[in-house]
C-alpha cells in the first residue's frame, strides 16, 4: 500500500471542510549558538501575554535547550505518541505562563519509516493541536542536517536567526541557497524572516539583514523579510546563565522589549489570514510525504 495516501486523503478531507489552523513558524539557523531556542522562548512568552495560546516542538533531536529554559524535564516525547500509544496531551509538558512544549526525541529520526497505522495515529493526533495552541513554534536543530531541511521547507513560515559575525551570515546564506537549490523549495509558498540577534542598534540589526539580502537576491535572484533585532543585553546574559527567560526575568529589559516587537511584528503579518495558514497536520504531511531517508 502506498503510505502517502492515507495522507493525501486527510488533507483532502480538510479542504473539503477547513478548520481553524494554528499558525506554524519554524525558527532556524544556518549554525548554533545565535540564540535560536533564546528567540523561540521568549517569542512565545510575549506571544502567551498577546493573549495567544502557544505550543512549542523541539524537533533539535541532538540538543534540549527548550527543556533547559523552561525549567522542565519531559516526561513523555513524540516516540511516545508514536510508537507507545499516548496521546497528543500526554506529551505535552507544561512550562511557564501555560506555554506547553512538546520534545521531539529520537522519534524525529523515523518519522519517513512509519507504518500506515502509525502515521494515521500521528495525523489524527497532530490534528488536536489545533484546538490547543494559536501558535505553534518549530525549534529545530542549526546547521543544514537533512532533518533541519525537511522541517523548514515544509513550513509556511520561517524565522531565520542570524548575528553580525561573518560566519554567522555566512551559514545564514548557505542555508538559504540548500532551500532555494531544493526540488521542493517554492519561494511563493514561504516567508523567510530574518532575525537580527546580539547587535548593538537598530541600524546594525538592519545592516546585517542588508548583507544577508544583497546576496540572496545577487546569487539566488530572490530575498528574504526582515522581522526585526534583538540587541546585545546583559540582562539577556544573566538570564541565559540563571536559565531563565529573560521575558519572564526582566520584561523592562531592552532585548524584552525587542522580543515583544517582534512578536507584536507576526501578529499584525498578513500570515495571519486563515487562508494562508497550513495546519501542523498539513506541516507534517509534507515531512512523512518526501521520501528522504534521515538515518
Same mark, same amino acid.
Given at each position: 500500500?502506498?503510505?502517502?495516501?492515507?495522507?493525501?486523503?486527510?488533507?483532502?478531507?480538510?479542504?473539503?471542510?477547513?478548520?481553524?489552523?494554528?499558525?506554524?513558524?519554524?525558527?532556524?539557523?544556518?549554525?548554533?549558538?545565535?540564540?535560536?531556542?533564546?528567540?523561540?522562548?521568549?517569542?512565545?512568552?510575549?506571544?502567551?501575554?498577546?493573549?495567544?495560546?502557544?505550543?512549542?516542538?523541539?524537533?533539535?533531536?541532538?540538543?534540549?535547550?527548550?527543556?533547559?529554559?523552561?525549567?522542565?524535564?519531559?516526561?513523555?516525547?513524540?516516540?511516545? !505518541?508514536?510508537?507507545?500509544?499516548?496521546?497528543?496531551?500526554?506529551?505535552?509538558?507544561?512550562?511557564?505562563?501555560?506555554?506547553?512544549?512538546?520534545?521531539?526525541?529520537?522519534?524525529?529520526?523515523? @518519522?519517513?519509516?512509519?507504518?500506515?497505522?502509525?502515521?494515521?495515529? !500521528?495525523?489524527?493526533? !497532530?490534528?488536536?493541536?489545533?484546538?490547543?495552541?494559536?501558535?505553534?513554534?518549530?525549534?529545530?536543530?542549526?546547521?543544514?542536517?537533512?532533518?533541519?531541511?525537511?522541517?523548514?521547507?515544509?513550513?509556511?513560515?520561517?524565522?531565520?536567526?542570524?548575528?553580525?559575525?561573518?560566519?554567522?551570515?555566512?551559514?545564514?546564506?548557505?542555508?538559504?541557497?540548500?532551500?532555494?537549490?531544493?526540488?521542493?523549495?517554492?519561494?511563493?509558498?514561504?516567508?523567510?524572516?530574518?532575525?537580527?540577534?546580539?547587535?548593538?542598534?537598530?541600524?546594525?540589526?538592519?545592516?546585517?539583514?542588508?548583507?544577508?539580502?544583497?546576496?540572496?537576491?545577487?546569487?539566488?535572484?530572490?530575498?528574504?523579510?526582515? @522581522?526585526?533585532?534583538?540587541?546585545?543585553?546583559?540582562?539577556?546574559?544573566?538570564?541565559?546563565?540563571?536559565?531563565?527567560?529573560?521575558?519572564?526575568?526582566?520584561?523592562?529589559?531592552?532585548?524584552?522589549?525587542?522580543?515583544?516587537? @517582534?512578536?507584536?511584528?507576526?501578529?499584525?503579518?498578513?500570515?495571519?489570514?486563515?487562508?494562508?495558514?497550513?495546519?501542523?497536520?498539513?506541516?507534517?504531511?509534507?515531512?512523512?510525504?518526501?521520501?528522504?531517508?534521515?538515518?
Amino acid at each position: 500500500m502506498d503510505q502517502a495516501q492515507p495522507l493525501r486523503n486527510v488533507i483532502k478531507k480538510k479542504k473539503e471542510k477547513p478548520a481553524a489552523a494554528a499558525r506554524v513558524i519554524t525558527i532556524t539557523s544556518g549554525k548554533g549558538g545565535v540564540g535560536k531556542s533564546n528567540l523561540a522562548v521568549n517569542l512565545a512568552v510575549q506571544l502567551r501575554k498577546a493573549g495567544k495560546k502557544v505550543l512549542i516542538f523541539d524537533a533539535d533531536f541532538g540538543l534540549a535547550n527548550i527543556e533547559v529554559m523552561f525549567g522542565a524535564v519531559p516526561k513523555y516525547n513524540l516516540s511516545d !505518541l508514536i510508537y507507545q500509544g499516548k496521546s497528543i496531551r500526554e506529551i505535552i509538558t507544561p512550562g511557564p505562563m501555560e506555554i506547553g512544549f512538546i520534545s521531539g526525541g529520537s522519534g524525529i529520526i523515523g @518519522l519517513n519509516n512509519l507504518f500506515h497505522d502509525q502515521i494515521m495515529y !500521528l495525523i489524527h493526533a !497532530l490534528e488536536e493541536l489545533n484546538d490547543l495552541a494559536d501558535y505553534l513554534l518549530i525549534d529545530t536543530g542549526a546547521g543544514i542536517s537533512d532533518q533541519v531541511l525537511e522541517f523548514v521547507l515544509a513550513s509556511p513560515e520561517v524565522l531565520l536567526v542570524t548575528t553580525p559575525e561573518p560566519s554567522s551570515l555566512t551559514d545564514a546564506y548557505s542555508l538559504v541557497k540548500a532551500l532555494y537549490r531544493n526540488p521542493n523549495f517554492s519561494a511563493d509558498e514561504m516567508t523567510i524572516h530574518v532575525v537580527s540577534n546580539r547587535v548593538n542598534s537598530k541600524e546594525d540589526g538592519r545592516a546585517v539583514y542588508k548583507k544577508l539580502n544583497s546576496v540572496v537576491a545577487q546569487f539566488l535572484h530572490g530575498n528574504v523579510d526582515y @522581522l526585526g533585532m534583538v540587541p546585545m543585553d546583559p540582562a539577556l546574559e544573566s538570564a541565559v546563565r540563571q536559565q531563565q527567560i529573560v521575558s519572564l526575568y526582566d520584561p523592562n529589559s531592552s532585548s524584552a522589549k525587542a522580543f515583544e516587537r @517582534l512578536a507584536g511584528h507576526l501578529l499584525k503579518g498578513t500570515q495571519e489570514e486563515e487562508t494562508q495558514r497550513k495546519g501542523i497536520t498539513q506541516i507534517f504531511s509534507n515531512l512523512l510525504m518526501r521520501k528522504k531517508n534521515w538515518e
